[in-house]
């Protein structure tokens, strides 16, 4: 068992754009995954829950911290959005290998929970954050204990898209959202590529050298790395 601090911190305000969405939008907003990108932007994926989908991406490009948003899977009033993000408040906690689990806002309410390790002050932490947002407030601050092998999983995880592009991890996430790996297909080459406003060629290079590195990662001999 290893053992981590917990912190919950609630978020209103302009400040913070999720949750100034979600109260324009009168919707759900949760962050699904982010990746830190070469420039220093953030490529974010973003699940809307109880809003017109194209409202929503209409807020995206209104917005000045984000851009190239759009819309890649939809089901309804619920779908999964792709943006690019100056906003620093997802990496905020990045430093001193705090990470966070849960990035959430509804109705103009938002929810951040950060894991602390063990070996990290977690008040230096909550003194950063707070500091940068200052709109921000604790909540919730608990000891917990986790399981080794889910934060193994965690890293294991993390280390593998580490190893993609943005671009690469672009295609791959893309194409899982667009249902290219279902079967039946339900999305082709040419209409993801269209999608990404790429060539179908350089779309499927992307795609295959992602697969690749995927698979070793989980085939090949560690002692061949």
């Known amino acids: 068992m290893d053992s981590v601090v ?3 911190f609630e978020m209103r305000g302009t400040d913070f754009l999720l949750v100034r969405a979600s109260e324009e939008a009168s919707c759900e907003l949760r962050l699904e995954e982010l990746r830190q990108r070469s420039d220093g ?3 974010e994926f973003v699940t809307v829950r ?11 490009e209104e917005a000045d911290e984000l851009r ?3 819309i890649l899977d939809r089901d309804g009033d619920t779908a999964l959005f792709e943006v690019v993000s100056e906003s ?3 990496t905020a906690l990045a430093d001193n290998e705090t990470r966070f689990t849960n990035i959430t806002a509804k109705a103009g309410e938002g929810r951040l929970v950060a894991e602390v390790p063990s070996h990290v002050d977690a008040s230096t932490v909550i003194d950063s954050f707070l500091e940068q947002y200052p709109d921000a407030e604790l909540v919730a601050r608990r000891k917990t204990d986790r399981e080794a092998p889910t934060l193994t999983a965690n890293r294991f995880r993390d ?4 190893d993609l592009t943005d671009r690469q991890l672009q ?3 893309t194409a899982y959202a667009s249902g290219y790996f279902d079967w039946p297909r339900e999305a082709t080459t040419d209409a993801i590529a269209d999608e ?4 179908s060629s350089t779309f499927s290079q992307h795609l295959r050298i992602a697969e690749r590195k995927l698979l070793d990662s989980l085939f090949e001999d560690p002692s061949r790395r």
Do not use: Y
């Open 6 to 8: 917990e912190l919950e």
């Open 159 to 162: 280390d593998v898209l580490s």
């Open 50 to 60: 109880g809003a017109d989908p194209d409202r929503v991406l209409e807020l995206v």
């Open 196 to 199: 990404l406003d790429i060539a």
């Open 88 to 90: 620093a408040v997802p």
């Open 171 to 173: 295609a791959l996430r």
């Open 41 to 43: 932007s953030v490529l």
């Open 68 to 70: 190239d948003g759009r």
